[in-house]
């Protein structure tokens, strides 16, 4: 089964707290349509309460970063995975 992805679920999703969810959804909307700014809003507040930080659309793409900031970007991710699933 397809997973939905809507505004709506990712509202959901932050308010029973799940931003991880939340952030995944917030993300392929916002690469849906990258000029919606509410969604590029959202998107950087959920980044910014799980750690994440988004680069900047003057910043380097991910297929052009380094191993070691890979590495470092994984690492964060896998932090915060850890730390949502403790709670």
Do not use: C, F
Not at 29 to 36: M, R, T
Not at 45 to 57: D, M
Not at 64 to 72: A, G, T
């Amino acid at each position: 089964m397809e997973r939905v992805v809507t505004k709506t679920l990712a509202e959901i999703y932050l308010q029973q707290g799940h931003l991880q969810e939340a952030y995944q959804i917030l993300e392929a909307l916002s690469e849906k349509d990258p000029s919606n700014e509410e969604i590029r809003e959202k998107l950087k507040n959920v980044s910014e309460r799980l750690g994440i930080s988004r680069p900047l659309e003057s910043e380097k793409a991910p297929s052009v970063l380094s191993n070691d900031e890979k590495i470092r970007l994984l690492t964060q991710w896998l932090a915060n995975i850890q730390k949502q699933r403790r709670k």
